[in-house]
């Protein structure tokens, strides 16, 4: 065994395959990312994540469950929950007229806009759980500056303040349940429009601006936030490499100036925003070795399992050989966050949750 396993991988189907055992048995693959075509239903996910963890119980199994359009399980019986600006709107009615609806503050609506996004973590969480996921990537604290595609409905609200305070208030339902969380994707993918899904995303603003608004949240929520994940987008102005591969945002700004400890995820590395670095393409391989370099923790490349998973063993094969050249090294450190992701709870069973007073509330509470 080696002392770290930063490679999340994917897997093709709702069943795992011979292919898809022999990955999770890797000791450098630490979890996995599922997505809907993973999903049938209820009992095929409860016995999937069953089957995952019979082959190491330490595998973390993650999901974007986030809700509103990214929300991979929304059939048989989960509850279909509403996007993040459903409580920044919330929270908005609150203003009394003529008074600003950014900052501090005001009136019941705010109040009720925390305890609905608490509550709607506890239900996203206790949801998951019962059928065995680990882990959401959420939540998002990208502001909403108003043109980002991809972001959007995704973000609370455009004043870091009333995200960093509904953001507190769903990671306090997640954590009601059971479950950690993950902010996304620091440090601010909002302001950009251009979608690093596809794109190079490219940010001109200077890193004090970035600091006071976007990056914001991240610097408020030092106490209890347990990981984030890393946006692929060039900040020109404080590194020409994304943040993901740069070691200025990584490590001088998130671990020293901000004083975060937790787990810090890549981005997909197949996504275009990271797949280019100093104006030249590169492989999966020598992303996921610049990622580790530049200070993450935790690397995700999703979507290769289809067709064979070629890119995926190419990946491993990879990252274990750069191993052994000594291009990256174990981090105990490293491992130690991934693992303290986990759940150290028990989970209620699907239908005892169904009768659970605290999730029977929390549904009452949703907007």
Not at 114 to 120: D, I, L, V, W
Not at 227 to 250: E, Q
Not at 348 to 362: I, K, N, R, T, V
């Amino acid at each position: 065994m080696f002392a770290h396993a930063p490679l999340f991988i994917d897997i093709a189907s709702t069943t795992l395959d011979a292919d898809d055992q022999r990955r999770l048995a890797h000791p450098l693959v630490g979890g996995l990312t599922l997505f809907a075509r993973n999903w049938q239903n209820r009992q095929q996910l409860l016995e999937l994540c069953a089957s995952i963890k019979a082959i190491r119980p330490d595998l973390l199994i993650c999901v974007d469950q986030e809700g509103g359009r990214v929300q991979r399980f929304r059939t048989d019986g989960f509850t279909v929950l509403p996007p993040m600006r459903a409580f920044g709107q919330m929270w908005g009615r609150g203003a009394k007229k003529g008074q600003s609806r950014k900052g501090a503050a005001f009136g019941k609506k705010p109040m009720q806009a925390m305890n609905a996004a608490t509550a709607t973590g506890y239900v996203l969480a206790s949801e998951l759980r019962s059928c065995g996921v680990d882990l959401s990537f959420a939540p998002v604290l990208d502001l909403d500056w108003g043109g980002s595609a991809v972001i959007g409905d995704r973000a609370f609200h455009s004043d870091p303040a009333v995200v960093s305070a509904l953001a507190q208030s769903l990671m306090h339902g997640l954590l009601l349940a059971g479950m950690a969380h993950c902010g996304k994707h620091f440090p601010g993918h909002g302001y950009v429009k251009a979608d690093s899904h596809v794109d190079i995303p490219l940010d001109t603003r200077s890193l004090k601006a970035i600091l006071k608004q976007d990056a914001a949240p991240y610097a408020w929520l030092r106490a209890s936030l347990q990981a984030v994940m890393v946006a692929h987008v060039v900040y020109r102005k404080v590194d020409a490499r994304p943040a993901g591969y740069s070691p200025t945002w990584l490590q001088a700004v998130l671990r020293e100036e901000l004083g975060f400890d937790g787990a810090v995820f890549s981005d997909d590395l197949s996504m275009e925003g990271g797949r280019s670095l100093d104006g030249r393409a590169v492989s999966v391989t020598e992303a996921g070795v610049a990622a580790l370099q530049a200070g993450c923790d935790i690397l995700l490349l999703c979507n290769q399992s289809l067709n064979g998973g070629k890119v995926l063993d190419e990946w491993i094969d990879g990252m274990a050989q750069a191993l052994e050249q000594q291009q990256w090294q174990p981090s105990v450190e490293a491992e130690r966050r991934r693992l303290a992701l986990l759940p150290t709870t028990a989970a209620l069973g699907w239908d005892e949750l169904m009768l659970h007073p605290a999730y029977l509330q929390a549904l009452e509470q949703l907007p």
